[in-house]
């Protein structure tokens, strides 16, 4: 019981982070995506059902606080934290490269569905969009093992 | 306990496409009932650092950095009220106190709602330049899509030469002028302005021509423009209290 409350009061933190002090943080106009590295991490440690779990309430927190339509980082991270739980036992889940070539691959999976969705299309110039995804990839990335230092305290990974 | 698993891994999956479904103003006012719930929060954060506690002051004054400081940010708030004095529009001021979490969208929540007169498709300012049209009003919060985000569009016009074109977003920093015709009479450095007649008053400043080039069709041309404003520096803006006709 105790569990659903923490991550719940982690995710709303780490959203509110995203959104207020991590602007102070941004490099050539991109900000880390914590959302993203929380629902990796539940989708590693926590296997497909809680990793979907933390994937559409991560996803439905980023998708009510931005101005893109509902449903499409809730579709995004749900895809992503099924889809990483099915080779979770096959990957060195504490390396940084590990994480840095998922985070990559997320960034790309999302940037595809929200452009798709979104109501321009997939117009974005071919080099602006690698660029963009790049950099969320690169950026994220860095934050990425203090963040699952912070959340393997916060949650006791060996429990799962 | 496999098939379980999978049961529970459809429903879910299942309901990660729900919101899809749900009509605009359903979605709109999911979004809005949050906003209004998180503003305390984002207002304490956004206000933390402006906040000088009696126990600050006292270091304050013994430190003429943070003199300095708090002397910058008088002559600054006292420009945004000249400014909000000075204009021939009614205008409403408003701070900024989130942004959007994701790097696709740009968008601003300020700590005004209807509450306070805001009604969606108002234009937003800043003393420099226009930034962006309210899409969201919640009672105390709204929130306000950028003039760099891909969904924003308005009409704009070429100051120097009154060839008109269709604003967007383009990159986290910069907007385009798209539709240009071939031959028109457009450089390096123009300053492009709103059209008006829809959402936008006429004559607002958007920004400087820095790029131009041909579109994938070769039927016209775009422009790239930038803000004189520090889009990811916002702190204070204005609401123009009235739709252009």
């Known amino acids: ?160 | 306990m496999k098939l379980r698993n999978i049961t529970s891994a459809i429903t879910l999956l299942a309901l990660s496409v729900l919101p899809f479904t749900l009509p605009l103003n359903i979605q709109s006012n999911i979004k809005i009932f949050f906003l209004d719930k998180a503003r305390p929060a984002l207002k304490s954060i956004a206000f933390i650092s402006k906040e000088k506690s009696p126990k600050k002051q006292i270091i304050i004054q013994a430190n003429p950095v943070e003199l300095e400081e708090l002397r910058k940010e008088n002559e600054r708030l006292r420009s945004l009220l000249d400014f909000k004095q000075g204009s021939e529009r009614r205008l409403i001021s408003a701070f900024v106190i989130g942004r959007d979490p994701s790097n696709w969208s740009h968008s601003i929540i300020i700590d005004r709602g209807s509450a306070d007169g805001i009604r969606p498709d108002m234009a937003v300012i800043t003393k420099e330049a226009l930034i962006g049209k309210i899409v969201e009003v919640g009672k105390n919060t709204s929130r306000a899509i950028l003039i760099t985000d891909r969904n924003f569009k308005a009409a704009a016009l070429v100051e120097r030469t009154r060839v008109t074109g269709l604003l967007s977003g383009f990159s986290p920093n910069r907007c385009q002028m798209r539709f240009i015709p071939l031959d028109a009479d457009v450089e390096k450095g123009d300053i492009v302005i709103s059209l008006g007649g829809g959402v936008f008053p006429k004559g607002l400043l958007i920004g400087k021509i820095v790029n131009l080039g041909l579109s994938g069709d070769s039927v016209s041309r775009f422009a790239i423009i930038e803000s004189p404003v520090r889009l990811n520096q916002l702190e204070e803006v204005f609401i123009i209290n009235e739709r252009a006709n």
């Open chain 1, 1 to 160: 019981m105790k569990e659903p409350i923490k991550f719940i009061f982690i995710a709303g933190l780490l959203l509110i982070l995203q959104i207020t002090i991590f602007n102070d943080f941004k490099v050539f106009g991109i900000k880390p995506d914590l959302l993203l590295i929380l629902t990796i991490f539940f989708s590693l440690y926590g296997g497909a059902i809680f990793g979907l779990s933390a994937g559409i309430s991560a996803g439905f927190l980023k998708d009510v606080f931005s101005v893109s339509s509902l449903g499409i980082n809730t579709f995004s991270f749900a895809i992503i934290g099924i889809s990483f739980a099915v080779f979770k036992n096959r990957l060195f889940r504490e390396s940084i490269f590990t994480q840095f070539i998922l985070i990559i691959t997320s960034c790309l999976l999302m940037a595809i569905v929200y452009n798709l969705a979104s109501s321009s299309g997939l117009d974005y110039p071919a080099p602006i969009f690698l660029k963009t995804c790049f950099l969320i990839s690169i950026y994220t990335s860095i934050w990425c093992p203090f963040v699952f230092f912070f959340l393997r305290r916060i949650f006791f990974v060996k429990k799962f």
